[in-house]
């Protein structure tokens, strides 16, 4: 998802740091405990940021990660990750899809017992519906994007633009009608694609695959998410929305699982400044922060140890592009050895301070079968190890580098570390003869040297940039360094391989993820293994991490953070220790 | 009097008008565009977001539609996820700002006009000092630096105090957490007060109109208040009003500390990229008429004082 929660702020965020340290910004032990009756009010307060998306109710045109999660809350999905994100658990729907041999039709049946707020039966027409929302060319949904493999999608989203946009199959008339999306009884849809997508069920997970009521849509217009008029389908539906200020929800007693639903009221305070976020939780005044937004990585040594403050790793990347079309880089070797050049473990553990994992794949761990993909690599950066001084000297010669050449490293200045990151790594490759000239810029001005609208000129050496999964498949990755996607301005290292797409459609055609994974791994080998083309160097892997109360329980256990960020709010429940 | 108005109200509208082009013209001329820093964004999705907001027309239509729209009192979508009416976007927030800037605003008048007026009095005595002392104290401490101090809750302190630990009010939710933000940034212009009135009440003193008032036998205290005062008042609010303007656009960095659900915030997160084109064209059109309105009350205000200048 397109997280820019880092962003927001930043210099705001760095201003306010300077004063903070000054100030000092010790934790209070919030004092665990280990009962777990249940305490005499079960009221959350979770804090969000503030952004305008705060206001956006209506599933498919939300995109911030807490805005989707939140609405999670409200409306619900078809399916969920379990635990570790590791497999689909159905949740609007009976049971995990029922896919054709052809891989070609998903047929999902919804759970009987699932009914709107207002006590109206879920049915697969609003199923059909939501699918028409999302993909309506009035409604603007970004993640659109991801339904345009589904039959006459991409013709009823594009419009009249449907034969320049829709290139790869036969259109239909582009109506909503026509979409391969229809009920074949009250409670089952099934889904018609255009080709095999393997991780289609996974996509059903998003906010863009919501069933949605018409009939309250179309009374209301875009004031049905007003909350007198909104009718959800979750564990919680909307009670009150103060702008910029909090977003109420309470229990939906005709919610399927009601009675497991522990939580009576969630109130999600609009916080942006971490530090004041923090200082509230401090105070006592919100229990849970929403992930990344309440500490500063300045501030995470500091409460690194506490038993309120959780991480895990998340399913992102950080990556420095290398552009393959420029002449500096053309040489695989001189990639690679720019690649283990760079001191991982000095990068985390002084730059970015946050617990994040130095990587040697592109694809992050988190990722179903990541063990069978990282094999491809076999571990030629040495991530864990620091930098191969020697070795990568040796690749430099080996690939004919002029010493005199200059690298250009461009990267958005406005988001999180990144400038300290390129400063690092000006040092660390000073150290094998490559000399960088770093070019700041800002998050969208990157796309006037092409990233994200066309190829990325060929003066540009290295972009610094990350990717967040859409959904848990390596295809996720694998994507990024496909021919197609050099047009697209999406494969920042114009790295185009015949082999490599070879593998790559071969994998877009099993459906089996075991045996999916295996060319994962050959793609993989070709990418950053000891024969690889290298280009892109994987930097590090993200943590998410926040801070949470420990009184408040999940499934009755310790709060754990998702690898996806994600929270799922019927599973929480607050232990009488908040009382005393 | 009413020609005076009148003519100024009449200026006004040529102001305003450039300063959209202007605000348009340089919103456009950013190297971003919306929609296309994020790769994700299928083509058939980013020609829908492209054509909601028109940014494939030609320039000038761009502007056209732009005024149209605002006269009509659209200022159209943010280009923000989610693409909320703007103007919702701003009346949901706009009010909290006006009420914190004005309450503010009222609080620093009073102080600091009151400090002002002490200070001049008592022109290089110990009271004098302390005054001065302190306003340019809480002229030199930025803001963000007094909010992040305030919420906090705590300050190092060389030994012996060490720690000072403490619990100010702030946010939003009443008007004991409202007492914060307010008097963070009612501190931060008070200073202007004090200072131009002390030094425009010390040279009002100087004026023979003061020694022939005295000399007619009108006491110290009505010398002062119906004299030096009011002729001093005149720099006071001539200044006062881009100061009131300040208030609304400085307060951000408050509201952002201090969590108060304001509509400067957004002005910062319209800049964060990729640039929010309609937000930050609808706000910057709101401020210029801010002033613009400003400067007109404070005309008509300085007329009433001084009534020679509307003469002029």
């Not at chain 1, 340290?21 to 665990?32: L, P, S």
């Not at chain 1, 800002?442 to 190829?455: K, W």
């Not at chain 2, 910062?268 to 007109?296: E, G, H, K, W």
Request: hydrophobic share 40%; proline share 5%.
């Amino acid at each position: 998802m397109s997280v820019n929660l880092r962003k927001i702020g930043a210099t705001l965020a760095v201003l306010a740091s300077a004063a903070f340290i000054a100030a000092g910004c010790g934790g209070d032990d919030e004092g665990g405990g280990g009962s777990s009756d249940l305490a005499a009010s079960q009221d959350l307060v979770i804090q969000i940021g503030d952004e305008t998306e705060a206001g956006v109710f209506d599933p498919p045109k939300t995109s911030y990660l807490d805005t989707v999660n939140r609405n999670s809350a409200l409306f619900a999905a078809l399916y969920r990750y379990n635990d570790d994100a590791s497999e689909l658990v159905p949740y609007a729907a009976a049971d995990l899809p029922e896919i054709s041999e052809d891989g070609l039709t998903y047929t999902v049946k919804l759970r009987d017992d699932a009914s709107w707020s207002d006590g109206k039966a879920l049915t697969a027409d609003d199923l059909v519906y939501g699918i028409q929302h999302a993909l309506d060319p009035a409604t603007g949904a970004y993640f659109a994007s991801f339904m345009l493999d589904i039959v006459g999608a991409c013709e009823f989203n594009s419009g009249k633009d449907a034969a320049k946009n829709c290139t790869d199959r036969e259109l239909t008339d582009g109506k909503p009608e026509s979409i391969g999306v229809t009920a074949t009884d009250d409670q089952t849809v099934e889904f018609k694609l255009n080709r095999v997508v393997p991780w289609f069920d996974q996509l059903m997970t998003l906010q863009t695959f919501t069933p949605l009521r018409r009939d309250v849509i179309e009374k209301f217009g875009d004031d049905w998410t007003d909350p007198k008029n909104i009718v959800t389908s979750g564990p919680f539906t909307l009670a009150s929305y103060k702008p910029k200020s909090e977003i109420v929800v309470t229990k939906n007693d005709e919610f399927w699982g009601a009675d497991d639903v522990e939580l009576d009221k969630i109130t999600f305070r609009m916080i942006s400044e971490p530090k004041t976020a923090y200082r509230e939780f401090e105070r006592g005044r919100i229990d849970m922060a929403f992930p990344r937004t309440a500490i500063d990585a300045a501030d995470v040594a500091k409460v690194k140890t506490e038993d309120f403050y959780v991480s895990a790793p998340s399913t992102e990347t950080q990556y420095a592009y290398m552009n393959t079309r420029s002449p500096e880089l053309a040489d695989p070797k001189v990639r690679q050895a720019i690649a283990i050049g760079i001191d991982r473990p000095s990068l985390v553990e002084n730059v970015t301070q946050r617990g994040d994992k130095p990587m040697n794949t592109i694809t992050p761990s988190g990722i179903p079968n990541y063990d069978v993909m990282a094999q491809g690599s076999q571990d030629f950066i040495g991530a864990e190890d620091g930098p191969n001084i020697d070795k990568a000297k040796g690749l430099l010669e080996e690939g004919g580098w002029d010493a005199n050449d200059t690298i250009d490293v461009y990267f958005s200045s406005d988001s999180g570390s990144a400038t300290q990151v390129a400063e690092q790594m000006q040092s660390d490759l000073a150290k094998i003869g490559v000399k960088l000239e770093l070019k700041p810029t800002s998050g969208d001005v990157l796309s006037t040297v092409g990233f994200g609208i066309s190829p990325v000129k060929e003066s540009v050496n290295i972009v610094l940039q990350g990717w967040v999964a859409d959904y848990l498949d390596g295809q996720n990755y694998y994507q990024l360094f496909t021919c197609d996607a050099v047009d697209v301005g999406l494969n920042t290292a114009n790295y185009c391989s015949e082999d490599y797409d070879k593998l790559y459609a071969e994998a877009l055609k099993t459906v089996d993820a075991d045996d999916r994974a295996q060319i994962y791994k050959e793609l993989e080998a070709k990418l950053t293994g000891p024969d690889g083309d290298m280009p892109a160097a994987p930097l590090y892997q993200p943590t998410n991490d926040t801070v949470v109360a420990t009184y408040v329980k999940q499934g009755g256990e310790k709060f754990k953070i998702a690898s996806t960020g994600l929270i799922y709010y019927d599973d929480l429940s607050i232990t009488a220790d908040k009382d005393s | 009097m009413f020609a005076y108005v009148l003519r100024r109200a009449l200026w006004s509208v040529p102001v305003i008008l450039v300063s959209t082009f202007l605000a348009f013209a340089l919103v456009k001329e950013m190297p971003s565009e919306p929609f296309t820093d994020n790769p994700k964004l299928a083509p058939s999705v980013r020609d829908n977001l492209r054509e909601l907001y028109g940014l494939d027309d030609p320039y000038l239509k761009q502007y056209a539609d732009f005024v149209t729209d605002l006269v009509q009192g659209d200022f159209g979508l943010s280009t923000k996820p989610g693409h909320r009416e703007v103007r919702e976007v701003i009346t949901e927030t706009l009010p909290t700002s006006m009420l914190l800037g004005a309450c503010a605003f009222a609080f620093a008048a009073f102080i600091g006009i009151g400090l002002g007026v002490i200070s001049a009095l008592k022109a290089n005595g110990i009271t004098d000092y302390v005054i001065t002392f302190f306003a340019t104290m809480a002229f030199a401490l930025p803001s963000f630096v007094v909010a992040t101090l305030w919420v906090s809750g705590k300050i190092y302190l060389p030994p012996p105090i060490g720690t000072l630990q403490f619990e100010f009010p702030y946010g939003w939710d009443s008007w004991g957490d409202r007492i914060g933000p307010i008097l963070v940034l009612g501190l931060s212009i008070m200073p202007y007060f004090t200072r131009l009135v002390r030094s425009s009440m010390l040279e009002a003193l100087q004026q023979e109109y003061i020694t022939t008032s005295r000399a007619k036998g009108l006491s110290w205290r009505r010398t002062v208040v119906r004299h030096a005062l009011r002729n001093s008042m005149i720099p006071t609010v001539i200044n006062a009003g881009p100061l009131f303007a300040f208030v609304l656009t400085g307060s951000f960095i408050i509201e952002r500390i201090m969590i108060v659900p304001g509509v400067a915030d957004l002005f910062i997160d319209a800049f964060d990229s990729p640039v929010d084109s309609r937000m930050v064209l609808a706000t910057t059109v709101l401020l210029s008429v801010l002033i613009v309105v400003l400067n007109l009350i404070v005309d008509m205000i300085v007329a009433v004082l001084d009534p020679r200048i509307a003469r002029d």
